[in-house]
Nanobody, 129 residues
Framework: QVQLVESGGGSVQAGGSLTLSCTIP????????MGWFRRAPGKEREEREG???????????LYADSVKGRFIISEDTAKNTVSLEMNSLKPEDSGMYYC???????????????????WGQGTQVTVSS
């Protein structure tokens, strides 16, 4: 397994913005999937929920209903990173955010955590009201 490296996160008031970044591992190529998942406070690690996913090289994205219109997942080929720009943050967005990757081509990148092979350690996001 490969340990993904995340950065960003922190504490912000409701309505604010944060951006998370994750380095794309060397085995990830066009057509592969990466995504961001959240573990809400009080939940177990196995209860991580999909927030947003992206098909590398094809820019196909998928968002959880709760973040549509507020969050943007993107790929930066120059920096070799996948970022999650989080805007209009709400207290319910708080939690541990994990970057995930799956090697191998897929026609779409689902929000289900079970198809992702490698994960980061997580970065904390706290939104206060």
């Amino acid at each position: 397994q490969v340990q993904l490296v995340e950065s960003g996160g922190g504490s912000v008031q409701a309505g604010g913005s944060l951006t998370l970044s994750c380095t794309i591992p060397g085995y990830i190529y066009a057509g592969h999937c990466m995504g961001w998942f959240r573990r809400a406070p009080g939940k177990e690690r196995e209860e991580r929920e999909g927030v947003a996913t992206i098909g590398i090289g094809r820019l196909a994205t998928l968002y959880a209903d709760s973040v549509k219109g507020r969050f943007i997942i993107s790929e930066d080929t120059a920096k070799n990173t996948v970022s999650l720009e989080m805007n209009s943050l709400k207290p319910e967005d708080s939690g541990m955010y994990y970057c995930a990757a799956r090697g191998g081509w897929m026609p779409a990148c689902p929000l289900s955590r079970t198809i992702y092979n490698d994960w980061g350690q997580g970065t904390q996001v706290t939104v206060s009201s």
